[in-house]
């Protein structure tokens, strides 16, 4: 399958993706100030830069993109087109993503994923950041 956007099109598109302060991230980071949790954002120190690091309790939080970070939900599944591209891109996020949570945990951390999908039931979401970070001080 061809794609349905010219080049340009599709370069503008790409371009404006960010990788900093997205909405999903936004989203997580509104939870916890909420429930009173204070922390790092990217702090450049860690292995992977997570979206979120409290530093007392050695733990760190990752909110991923379904797409970009290959998660097996409907949001997450490739393109149809240009799988020689996608493909190998893909597996390389996932593969960065596990040697980083690899590095962390050998400097005693512990890390959350989040994913995009997560995000529609605040409900399930809020309780799982909450069990995973443990009472707010």
């Not at 962390?104 to 309780?127: I, N, T």
Request: glycine content about 8%.
């Amino acid at each position: 399958m061809t794609d349905t956007r010219t080049p340009e099109q599709r370069r503008r598109i790409m371009q404006s993706v960010g990788i900093a302060d997205t909405g999903p991230e936004l989203t997580v980071r509104r939870i916890l100030f909420r429930e009173g949790y204070r922390y790092r954002v990217h702090p450049k120190t860690l292995p992977g830069k997570p979206d979120m690091a409290f530093t007392k309790r050695k733990k760190a939080i990752f909110v991923h993109g379904c797409f970009w970070h290959g998660h097996g939900c409907e949001k997450g599944k490739l393109p149809k087109s240009k799988l020689d591209y996608w493909h190998p891109k893909i597996e390389s996020n996932r593969l960065r993503d596990h040697q980083k949570k690899l590095e962390l945990e050998k400097l005693g951390w512990a890390d959350l994923e989040v994913w995009q999908c997560e995000l529609k039931d605040a409900v399930s979401l809020r309780g799982k950041l909450l069990g995973f970070l443990g009472p707010a001080k």
